[in-house]
């Protein structure tokens, strides 16, 4: 039997309507003759200051009689989502909650669902089964924190360790390996000595992982505020050197996951530009983003190629990394395809790793001609219309104001490298890229007929040239001079 934690109560003070919603439910199954708790996340965020989302219920009742009690009650229990794992849905006027089961687990052959699920008779069979300290709290209907696992420890020394022997959590599920990390950036804690040594020994279950359930992971880590430092534990204990699984034509395909980032580790820089080695500057990039998607794979694969065979230079005794932004962009092309994100997420990330080091390159030489750089983007054939080109530019000079200040020199300014991205966002709106980009009115496709397209698209080139403004009354005049000219050649 686990020891209580606890020397004195902590009490919470929730509010809400939906705590009101939680209250409702322990109270009933408390009257009903069965004890029950908030457990989980909704007492971690409640002790960190921070408003829950949802309360899940655990409770001693069995499932059958977690719905009789709560139809007697008069709520509803429509939605029960898994009656052998012991959880139903309860609906109360505040909304819907999971109430479950104590329960334990039996892991076997699967790297992420247990074999065999059994009910418990206690809340501390129940805790005992979850992955960190700071999941495994629970909170009676008072707000009375119930702690079996040293979650308030851990989160006062803010870290993250498992309950019980780190090497059997991760062992019974694969998947805890990237939760960790993810929990780390989310909470901004440093892992637990023992969570680090029990990671490695579980690396081989990682194959049992299914790809979507790795990538649910990855996204939500990247996107968690101290997103650096669920990073470094991701590469630098070697999980992201790992392989999970998808299943394709009745067969399952091995994917690596993301074994192309460990060669930045310690990977040296000229320092004259970078304070930092490859990844601790990938790092400073990814963490000095805002928490987009697509910022944050861009800034985690910019410079992905540096150090690469055929890339790797030296010149007078100077580190040089020529054609990285090409090469990245083709490795966050087959990096980004082979973990299954959807197209237009690759083809932005790519572009934005092929694009950084041109846009550094404006930003700091003043004869380089902006208008010339959006024009050939516009015919590129990589973007549809005038607003994804807009949208795409200014992602860049997010990405390339966090990548000046990942560098790590003193004294960087940002404030040129947002501007410039101020400046081709505005002359991407002069750039139309397709016909319906073109700003004129109903009267123009009354005055040209069937001529409409051709001419749309001789307007179109005129426009990007800057010959012809893109507006109402210039391209109706534009159109008029053109038919006016057709007319002249047929007499």
């Known amino acids: 039997m686990m020891k209580w934690f606890t020397q004195s109560k902590t009490i919470l003070k929730p509010s809400g309507p939906i705590w009101a919603g939680a209250v409702r439910i322990i109270q009933a199954l408390a009257t009903a003759g069965f004890e029950a708790y908030v457990v989980g996340g909704?007492?971690?965020?409640?002790?960190?200051?921070?408003?829950?989302?949802?309360?899940?219920?655990?409770?001693?009742?069995?499932?059958?009689?977690?719905?009789?009690?709560?139809?007697?009650?008069?709520?509803?229990?429509?939605?029960?989502?898994?009656?052998?794992?012991?959880?139903?849905?309860?609906?109360?006027?505040?909304?819907?909650?999971?109430?479950?089961?104590?329960?334990?687990?039996?892991?076997?052959?699967?790297?992420?669902?247990?074999?065999?699920?059994?009910?418990?008779?206690?809340?501390?069979?129940?805790?005992?089964?979850?992955?960190?300290?700071?999941?495994?709290?629970?909170?009676?209907?008072?707000?009375?924190?119930?702690?079996?696992?040293?979650?308030?420890?851990?989160?006062?020394?803010?870290?993250?360790?498992?309950?019980?022997?780190?090497?059997?959590?991760?062992?019974?599920?694969?998947?805890?390996?990237?939760?960790?990390?993810?929990?780390?950036?989310?909470?901004?804690?440093?892992?637990?000595?023992?969570?680090?040594?029990?990671?490695?020994?579980?690396?081989?279950?990682?194959?049992?992982?299914?790809?979507?359930?790795?990538?649910?992971?990855?996204?939500?880590?990247?996107?968690?505020?101290a997103v650096a430092k669920g990073l470094d534990v991701l590469v630098q204990s070697g999980l992201a050197n790992c392989s999970c699984r998808v299943l394709e034509h009745g067969e399952y395909k091995e994917v690596p996951i993301l074994p192309e980032l460990h060669h930045l580790v310690g990977l040296p820089q000229q320092p004259e530009f970078h304070a930092y080695d490859g990844w601790l500057h990938t790092l400073a990039v990814v963490q000095a983003t805002r928490p987009d998607l697509t910022l944050r794979w861009a800034a985690l694969l910019h410079d992905v190629a540096k150090g690469e065979e055929g890339i790797r230079g030296f010149n007078n005794g100077r580190i040089t990394d020529r054609g990285h932004d090409k090469a990245g962009a083709v490795m966050a092309e087959d990096i980004l395809t082979r973990l299954q994100y959807p197209k237009q997420l690759v083809n932005r990330v790519a572009w934005l790793v092929s694009s950084h080091m041109r846009f550094h390159y404006f930003v700091n030489n003043e004869e380089a001609d902006p208008w010339k750089w959006m024009r050939k983007e516009a015919v590129s054939g990589t973007f549809r219309k005038s607003d994804e080109l807009k949208e795409a530019v200014l992602q860049m000079a997010e990405v390339c104001a966090a990548d000046v200040i990942g560098c790590g020199r003193p004294h960087s300014s940002t404030a040129g490298t947002l501007a410039f991205g101020d400046c081709l966002a505005e002359i991407t709106k002069s750039m139309p890229i397709h016909t319906r980009d073109l700003a004129y009115g109903p009267e123009l496709p009354d005055l040209l007929g069937k001529q409409t397209g051709t001419i749309l698209q001789e307007l179109l080139v005129q426009v990007r040239s800057g010959q012809v403004a893109n507006e109402p009354t210039a391209l109706l005049a534009a159109a008029e001079r053109k038919l006016a000219r057709k007319a002249h050649k047929e007499l």
């Open 42 to 225: 909704a007492v971690r965020d409640l002790l960190l200051h921070q408003d829950p989302h949802d309360y899940d219920i655990v409770t001693k009742a069995r499932p059958d009689e977690i719905i009789a009690v709560m139809e007697q009650c008069g709520y509803t229990t429509t939605g029960v989502i898994g009656k052998s794992f012991g959880v139903v849905v309860v609906s109360v006027p505040e909304g819907s909650y999971e109430v479950t089961t104590y329960r334990q687990e039996r892991y076997g052959a699967d790297s992420h669902r247990p074999e065999e699920v059994t009910y418990a008779d206690s809340l501390v069979e129940d805790v005992k089964r979850r992955d960190f300290t700071v999941n495994g709290m629970a909170m009676s209907v008072t707000g009375e924190v119930v702690d079996l696992v040293g979650g308030l420890q851990d989160l006062k020394k803010r870290t993250l360790r498992t309950i019980g022997d780190a090497n059997e959590r991760f062992q019974e599920d694969a998947l805890r390996l990237f939760r960790a990390c993810r929990f780390i950036g989310k909470l901004d804690f440093l892992p637990h000595r023992t969570l680090l040594a029990g990671m490695t020994p579980s690396f081989e279950r990682v194959k049992g992982l299914s790809l979507e359930r790795v990538r649910q992971e990855l996204d939500g880590l990247l996107v968690t505020p």
